[in-house]
């Protein structure tokens, strides 16, 4: 895995500053690639590549970027691994082409020289990002992989094209003059995640999975699809897997194992992120059924209740027989990762899992450095428990005309969420604790917001935000339409359940977790791989029958069904818990200080940004205990950390 960067003056350049500039890009995201590093520059045509590489296949200087083709008409700049490469090579042969090196970096140039930009996408399986010049036609395409798992930014500034990895490479650029979109900031407090192809900043973009774009001179890059998850689904309908349960099982595991074995080639040391759920245990469970040695498995543990899955996971791998390495974190330890975190993501980023994420991924790096995850499994195979409440929920008030539930969700909201907690506490008291319901006056007022829903998916975007009016925080802020609301339109034979589960696939997916992951992994130098999110499993996962992902209440039933070849039932079957931290408690605790700071209502007005009034409001019903608004007051407070950061004035955080 490694980290590009890129910059295009469309009528030439000084070739000297120019590669100055762009090595000082790369240089900006070095942790992305700590082996080697590399500039390529044409005066002339005004462009330049900078590229870090972390050395993964052919670890020889064969594999140097950026590469030029035989040819010498295309010259790459490419972060990723293409896990069929060796396929493609194949084909490459047969067609004439001699290879020099073994790295799939040389394989995708020469792939793009013998077929063109998008036949080699869709050729091509993998995660990847790139940059790619066409010398002859002076072109120049960027693309990404399917579902994202690799990041991509581009965009003008004043007459220089940038694009790279992340942010911070483009802000490395003199020509860099960053505006924070007060649209992308709403979208942002609504997802916990600034959405594609919107980024923080006004004029820089993310690309799309599953695009490229195209740019032959000044003015904006024609972007098109080279693939298309919509089209699975409808071919999936068109064309569904029959067979008894027993065969598709059967069917699923063998192509599990295919992605699996694929993604396991690397010419250094490999293992897996385990948590002991089903996604992560059905990665490592046949990963070691087809190694010759114990898979190297890594987990990390809290001594918090409700946020420790090490234990399972401890017993998942005794009896897969892996080389297991677990840590136990500390609040200490956690608290510790807070303050790099706005540098870390580049962006404001509100998913706290991001702290856990990045403590895992620091532990593998000190003995791997590539690992498998299980990520991608809930949104293939129908994982999330919100998919059946979502649909639940729809079922009921549905069937009650929109008048009634306007007036409901009115009547609702009169009564203050402690009232309703206070009710619900009363009706509750015979019941044991762990089967009361938490946060009750919340969730009612939650639920209000939902009965205005117009159509389920509606009422699913709702579920999922954070705060449902962020205009109304956000100064001048405008909330641009996104993808959430388009998503799923074409698919009129699904059920809400598949809509649910293409929505995140297309949203939640490549612009939190993937994230999340990428960032966290990549700023330890460990390169993460997905299996559950190689497009030939998501195709095969959409022609699967629906009763083989979600039966009697209960997602992802086939791979349930996968793992009990391998792993007794009772090791993994339990609620899902989630990779979170105690972020309630710890805002009212070891970072009470650094929050209060943060949200201070004369530093807020005096930034301009976003409105004091709801947020201190909020503030103080949460550090009183009556509120639990975890989830909207993290949200701000990565936004404030990030402007803090980014004006070059990183907060501490003191720990208790």
Request: hydrophobic letters at 40%.
């Amino acid at each position: 895995m490694c980290g590009i960067a890129g910059c295009w003056t469309p009528g030439g350049c000084n070739e000297a500053a120019t590669e100055a500039a762009v090595r000082g890009m790369a240089l900006a995201v070095r942790h992305r690639g700590p082996d080697d590093a590399g500039t390529w520059c044409d005066g002339s045509a005004g462009i330049a590549f900078g590229h870090r590489r972390l050395s993964i296949l052919d670890l020889s200087p064969l594999g140097h970027q950026p590469m030029t083709s035989a040819s010498g008409r295309w010259v790459l700049n490419y972060n990723g691994e293409i896990y069929n490469f060796a396929e493609l090579r194949v084909s490459l042969e047969s067609a004439g082409v001699r290879f020099r090196g073994h790295s799939d970096t040389e394989i995708l140039v020469e792939a793009i020289a013998q077929w063109g930009v998008t036949e080699t996408l869709r050729r091509a399986a993998g995660q990847f990002a790139f940059g790619v010049w066409d010398r002859e036609t002076r072109t120049l395409h960027l693309a990404r992989d399917r579902f994202g798992e690799k990041p991509l930014y581009y965009g003008w500034m004043g007459g220089t094209f940038l694009f790279g990895s992340e942010l911070k490479s483009m802000r490395a650029h003199p020509a860099w003059r960053g505006t924070v979109d007060r649209g992308a900031l709403s979208l942002y407090l609504r997802y916990n995640c600034v959405p594609a192809p919107f980024s923080i900043y006004e004029g820089i973009r993310k690309l799309l999975p599953g695009h490229v774009a195209t740019l032959a001179g000044p003015g904006e890059p024609s972007i098109a699809p080279y693939w298309s998850l919509e089209d699975a689904v409808l071919a999936g309908e068109r064309d569904p897997l029959e067979g008894s349960d027993a065969e598709l099982v059967g069917l699923t595991e063998e192509r599990l194992r295919e992605s699996i074995a694929q993604q396991m080639v690397a010419d250094v040391p490999l293992g897996a992120l385990l948590s002991g759920g089903i996604d992560s245990t059905t990665v490592v469970a046949l990963m070691q059924a087809q190694s010759a040695r114990p898979i190297r498995t890594f987990t990390i543990g809290f001594h918090e209740d409700g946020f420790n899955e090490a234990e399972h996971a401890k017993a998942v791998a005794r009896h897969l027989g892996t080389d297991h390495t677990e840590l136990y974190v500390t609040p200490q330890q956690a608290l510790e990762v807070i303050p790099h975190l706005p540098m870390m993501y580049d962006e404001p980023f509100g998913d706290s899992s991001q702290v856990p994420t990045f403590l895992v991924a620091q532990l593998a790096r000190q003995h791997v450095t590539v690992a498998l995850s299980g990520d991608g499994g809930d949104e293939m195979f129908g994982g999330y428990s919100r998919y059946f409440l979502g649909e639940r929920i729809w079922r009921r008030i549905s069937s009650v005309p929109r008048p009634v539930r306007l007036a409901s969700a009115a009547a609702i909201r009169a009564v203050p969420p402690p009232t309703w907690q206070r009710l619900f506490d009363v009706v509750q008291s015979a019941l044991p604790a762990k089967r009361r319901l938490p946060h009750a006056g919340d969730r009612m007022h939650k639920l209000a917001g939902v009965f205005q829903a117009e159509t389920g998916l509606d009422m699913y975007r709702l579920l999922l935000s954070h705060w449902g009016q962020p205009d109304a925080l956000v100064v001048d802020g405008h909330e641009p339409a996104s993808r959430h609301a388009t998503m799923a339109r074409h698919l009129s034979q699904a059920s809400l359940i598949e809509r649910m589960m293409f929505t995140d696939a297309q949203t939640y997916l490549p612009d939190d977790i993937m994230v999340k992951v990428d960032r966290a992994t990549m700023a330890v130098s460990l390169e993460s791989r997905a299996p559950f999110l190689d497009h030939r499993v998501a195709e095969f996962a959409w022609r699967l029958p629906m009763r083989m992902k979600v039966r009697d209440g209960v997602g992802k039933w086939v791979l349930r069904e996968v793992l009990d070849r391998h792993v007794p039932r009772e090791l993994v079957e339990r609620p899902k818990m989630g990779f979170g931290v105690p972020i309630d408690r710890w805002l009212r605790g070891p970072l009470r200080d650094w929050a209060a700071t943060l949200l201070a209502p004369e530093r807020l007005r005096r930034e301009g940004f976003l409105r004091p009034a709801e947020i201190t409001a909020r503030w103080h019903e949460h550090v009183a205990g009556t509120r639990n608004w975890q989830y909207q007051l993290w949200d701000v407070l990565m936004f404030q950390a990030w402007l803090e950061d980014e004006r070059g004035q990183r907060p501490a955080v003191a720990a208790a």
